[in-house]
């Protein structure tokens, strides 16, 4: 009996070589949750979307617990200077100005730009060459105005408040094109009123457009979480996995 009762508290017990996961503390990360598809509040009255789903896999690549935290936009980078929170992932712009003021890891997503036209317009070359002498719309104050005002010279630059206003001057045949987000000129095109019109172009390679990028804000002094990330990031890029979660919200690629 003796010897029975010791085989089975070996056998209860971990074995030396066994190694337990170690699952680090708990990070906090801020989410807007009002700007589908990249995060929103869902039926459920949870955070869901792109970033939201990415967030976990980071989490879990990392072994860790992921709180998401849902925060209003205004005030967002001053709730992550007072340590309301650890993170954010809510369409944070890298810009130099925020620079000044926190750290980000590697960009997580871009949005591509395009130029859209009539049917009757083929698909083809869009450089500066090109489109010499063409009617441009573009959103004004816009990463994508400061690029064919660089590049376009010799093309006719109108400006808009809103993407929708330059692709209905394109409806009705004020515009040779439009030139913008890749994400909302798509959504225009798939639109009832968007059935006029297709992809003329990507932005060119050269001259390069400068994409607006994306990352997760942290504080400057987290050098370590930055690290761990920044891995968790690669990994995910590397194995699929953030392909897949991408092609839940978007037809095309925004690496």
Same mark, same amino acid.
């Given at each position: 009996?003796?010897? &029975? =009762? /010791?085989?089975?508290?070996?056998? @209860?017990?971990? #074995?030396?070589?066994?190694? *337990?996961?170690? $699952?680090?503390?708990? +990070? ?50 001053? &709730? =992550? /200077?007072?340590?309301?929170?650890? @993170?954010?992932? #809510?369409?944070?712009?890298? *810009?130099?100005? $925020?620079?000044?003021? +926190? ?68 409806l009705v045949g004020r515009l040779d ?79």
């Open positions: 009996m003796l010897a &029975g =009762l /010791l085989i089975g508290l070996c056998l @209860a017990l971990p #074995s030396a070589g066994a190694v *337990t996961p170690v $699952r680090k503390p708990e +990070i906090r990360i801020a989410i807007e949750g009002a700007y589908p598809p990249f995060n929103f509040i869902g039926d459920n009255n949870e955070l869901q979307g792109f970033e939201v789903d990415l967030a976990k896999n980071l989490c879990e690549v990392m072994q860790t617990g992921c709180v998401l935290v849902p925060r209003e936009w205004d005030g967002i980078v001053r &709730g =992550l /200077l007072d340590k309301e929170y650890d @993170a954010i992932m #809510s369409s944070l712009e890298i *810009t130099e100005r $925020r620079r000044k003021k +926190i750290a980000f890891s590697d960009s997580y997503y871009r949005i591509p730009a395009i130029f859209i036209g009539p049917k009757d317009v083929a698909p083809g070359e869009v450089s500066p060459s090109a489109m010499a002498g063409k009617t441009i719309g573009t959103t004004g104050r816009s990463d994508h105005e400061a690029y064919l005002k660089e590049f376009y010279k010799d093309s006719e630059i109108a400006l808009y408040s809103k993407p929708d206003e330059a692709s209905l001057d394109l094109s439009v030139f913008g987000d890749k994400r909302l000129l798509t959504r225009f095109l798939e639109s009832r009123e968007g059935t006029c019109c297709h992809i003329l172009g990507d932005a060119p390679k050269e001259p390069a457009y400068r994409h607006q990028s994306y990352g997760i804000g942290l504080r400057k002094e987290d050098e370590e979480l930055r690290v761990r990330l920044n891995r968790a990031l690669a990994q995910i890029k590397a194995d699929g996995t953030y392909d897949r979660i991408r092609a839940k919200y978007f037809p095309f690629d925004i690496k």
